[in-house]
């Protein structure tokens, strides 16, 4: 049975900076694309981040970029994204995912077609 896990959320300062993580069981994440979205109260899903399987390329959503850093770690079968200058409108659950398509694809159809997901973790960003 596959699982991923988020873990790392919380409530955190206008720029300040958080770390979430995603750990994998029954799936190796080697095998496949892994990628960040999220989802604020009554809107749409949005694409964060996505690394292709040997981590040399990334993908950032517009509104992240130059602030969010996605890595993984093959060793521990994990998945991180580090959150820095945080703003409120980064108020969201996180939820991490892995997929069989490419980075790219992932960034461009929004998440559509991921294989697997975790439920999320809720960041709240607020003074």
């Known amino acids: 049975q596959v699982q991923l896990v988020e873990s790392g959320g919380g409530l955190v300062q206008p720029g300040g900076s958080l770390r979430l993580s995603c750990v994998g069981s029954?799936?190796?994440?080697?095998?496949?694309?892994m990628g960040w979205f999220r989802q604020a109260p009554g809107k749409a899903r949005e694409f964060v981040s996505s690394?292709?399987?040997?981590?040399?390329?990334?993908y950032y959503g517009d509104s992240v970029k130059g602030r969010f850093t996605i890595s993984r770690a093959y060793s521990k079968n994990t998945l991180d994204l580090q959150m820095n200058s945080l703003t409120p409108e980064d108020t969201a659950v996180y939820s991490c995912?892995?997929?069989?398509?490419?980075?790219?694809?992932?960034?461009?159809?929004?998440?559509?077609?991921?294989?697997?997901w975790g439920k999320g973790t809720l960041v709240t960003v607020s003074s």
């Open positions: 029954g799936v190796t994440f080697s095998n496949y694309v």
């Open positions: 690394i292709n399987r040997n981590g040399d390329f990334t």
């Open positions: 995912a892995a997929g069989s398509r490419t980075a790219r694809y992932y960034y461009t159809s929004n998440g559509d077609g991921m294989d697997y």
